[in-house]
């Protein structure tokens, strides 16, 4: 049989270096919040597949529901033959988005294709063409993905040229100096700079910074970009891939904004791991491209759709949006008692159940420390816990752990983390 050790030679024979691999193990099999690799080890999943799991592995509710549409009919290109399940997912997902106006959805497959989308249709409606995006930001991997993304080693080094007209400006983060008021200023200063307002046809962020660290955009900040959008007819992105699906303790996590974007894209947890992502938005802004120039071959595709029908059902049946809060409070408090004992850990934060703690050597708030949090994640592994860690320094610890996970599950891999702050020394 085989063993990790023997498939990741394959793996290095057979795929190229910047194809990354956070941990040396290959899975077997995996259900709710625990997986078991090659050899039999079990391990608790931290991880969800990087936020796609938030109704946990193989949902015995989504895995009926994919295996009946199989039965059924599993791909036809929705461009060219139509299915209803299609269709009543984008009335399902419209329902859920906030914002007191008439909206259309449609499907792509995955969070790139989404955002490229959104994109694509703030500049078809507004007839202009610049982007403003956020340092620390994530938004893909694709050209203009990589070209919104703020963050250039890895996602960007040796990639461009990139897309014109992409600017920059920075992302809230009281614990690294930058104020909501510093970030409204750096707007300001595109503006200024760079791009005439009148130029811009789109403001593109993430409610809660995934990738770039698990940092809260806070409501009042949404709030001033709502109005700066207003004032200068810019369309409002939020860029729900990581947040949304549950995440954040409400479906989406603009919900909790107080006002609403004119557009949003998710993908991962919406169909608990099979690929779709989707556009949702303002349906002024939505028909403007021309027939043919929004889908994609496997875009919407039936089986993913069944999946995200019976992800929702799965979320109102075990009501996930309140477990997500609960899971969110245990976390929390369970990290802030970690806190207490490891002067490494400066911080505790998240929305809803998208929780993180940032290191600092020492506890000095002028040291990250990416050496300590590589060194906790290596230690969690070979104790059966998949941990990720993100941020622009490299020092955030993130969990994401299945919103199904039972409290003893997520006690338990708890409790493992608890070891390994203590067997590195943090
Ligand atoms: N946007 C955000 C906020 C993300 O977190 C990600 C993935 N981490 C993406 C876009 C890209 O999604 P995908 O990998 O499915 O293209």
Known sequence: TATNQAL?????????????QTYEVFVDRAENAEVWDVE?????????GIAVLNTGHRHPKIVEAVK??????????????????????????????????????????????????????ARAATKRQ??????????????????????????????????????HAEFPNPLHGVTVADSLRSLEHIFKYDVEAERVAAI????VQGEGGFYVAPPEFAQALRALCDQHGIVLIADEVQTGAGRTGTWLACEQW?????????????????????????????????PGGLGGTYAG?????????????????????????????????GLTRLAAQHPSVQDVRGLGAMVAIELFKGGDLSQPDADLTKRICADAIQRGLILLSCGTYGNVIRILVPLTASDAVIDEGMALLADCLTACQA
Do not use: W
């Open 258 to 290: 107080g006002v609403a974007p004119d557009m949003v894209t998710m993908a991962k947890s919406m169909a608990g791991g099979f690929p779709i992502s989707a556009v949702i938005g303002k349906a002024e802004l939505m028909d403007k491209p021309l």
């Open 301 to 333: 595709n039936p089986l993913a759709c069944a999946a995200a029908l019976a992800v929702l059902q799965v979320f109102d049946e075990e009501k996930l949006l309140e477990r997500s809060k609960a899971v969110g409070q245990r976390l929390k408090d």
């Open 40 to 48: 039999g080890k079990r391990y608790i999943d931290f991880a969800g």
């Open 204 to 207: 593109i962020l993430e409610p």
């Open 130 to 167: 610049a982007v403003i995006a956020f340092g620390g930001g994530f938004h893909g991997r694709t050209l203009l993905g990589m070209a919104l993304t703020g963050k250039v080693a890895p996602y960007k080094a040796g990639f461009g040229p990139f897309p014109a007209e992409i600017y």
């Open 8 to 20: 990741m030679a394959r793996r290095r024979a057979a795929l190229p270096t910047g194809l990354g």
């Open 68 to 121: 009946a549409q199989l039965d059924q009919v599993h791909h036809t290109c929705f461009q060219v033959v139509a299915y209803e399940p299609y269709v009543e997912l984008a009335e399902q997902l419209i329902a859920r988005t906030p914002g007191n106006f008439a909206k259309k959805a449609y499907f792509l497959s995955t969070g790139a294709e989404a955002v490229e989308n959104a994109v694509k249709i």
